[in-house]
Antibody, heavy 124, light 107 residues
Framework: EVQLVESGGGLVKPGRSLRLSCTAS????????MSWFRQAPGKGLEWVGF??????????EYAASVKGRFTISRDDSKSISYLQMNSLKTEDTAVYYC???????????????WGQGTLVTVSS | DIQMTQSPSSVSASVGDRVTITCRAS??????LAWYQQKPGKAPKFLIY???SLQSGVPSRFSGSGSGTEFTLTISSLQPEDFATYYC?????????FGPGTKVDIK
């Protein structure tokens, strides 16, 4: 059974940093792209970024709203994906979801499995 | 970026009703479209990909169709567990984008 478990969310002041982790199980982690999405309170879904599998270079892509501030990485030996968030803004407040990629085209993937999400609140 | 729109924004329906949701893309995306279901306080659930392929384990009352710029999600006979918000997502080009969602609630 595929499982994705996010951790690391919490309350943080504007301008500070936070690192989220996504621990995966139930599939061969290294074979798949991993994406992060977010959902602000009462709002719709927003793609944050993703990291390709090592077979496709392990490269990353980011939404314009987070590019230069957020970094996605992966540790295939531990089946963990990370989302490092720097220079946080109040508008980054959201539930952050880690997802497994299915059938990627260029810089976009379907997300066939989702974690339960972790809430990040950016407030002074 | 490709803009995705959905209609209606909400629909009230009864158990057993047939419900159809439309998703439109601002430019052609071939069949690179997915549908997700989200219940309050829960993560989205992947229902359909490639516009019409049912994800494993998803009930057959869900179906998808379309290509290019216009797509539909149909629930053939609404069940109590189907009351939720539904989102479409294009995966044809970077960045992936979602529609604003369609809320299906009880009439």
């Amino acid at each position: 059974e595929v499982q994705l478990v996010e951790s690391g969310g919490g309350l943080v002041k504007p301008g500070r940093s936070l690192r989220l982790s996504c621990t995966a199980s139930g599939f061969t982690f290294g074979d798949y792209a991993m994406s992060w999405f977010r959902q602000a309170p009462g709002k719709g879904l927003e793609w944050v970024g993703f990291i390709r599998s090592k077979a496709y270079g392990g490269t990353t892509e980011y939404a314009a709203s987070v590019k230069g501030r957020f970094t996605i990485s992966r540790d295939d030996s531990k089946s963990i994906s990370y989302l490092q968030m720097n220079s946080l803004k109040t508008e980054d407040t959201a539930v952050y979801y880690c997802t497994k990629g299915k059938y990627c085209s260029g810089g976009s993937c379907y997300a066939d499995y989702w974690g339960q999400g972790t809430l990040v609140t950016v407030s002074s | 970026d490709i803009q995705m729109t959905q209609s209606p924004s909400s629909v009230s329906a009864s158990v057993g009703d047939r419900v159809t949701i439309t998703c439109r893309a601002s430019q052609g995306i071939s069949s690179w479209l997915a549908w997700y279901q989200q219940k309050p306080g829960k993560a989205p659930k992947f229902l359909i990909y490639a516009a019409s392929s049912l994800q494993s384990g998803v009930p057959s009352r869900f179906s998808g169709s379309g290509s290019g710029t216009e797509f539909t999600l149909t629930i053939s006979s609404l069940q109590p567990e189907d009351f939720a918000t539904y989102y479409c997502q294009q995966a044809n080009s970077f960045p992936p984008t979602f529609g604003p969602g369609t809320k299906v609630d009880i009439k």
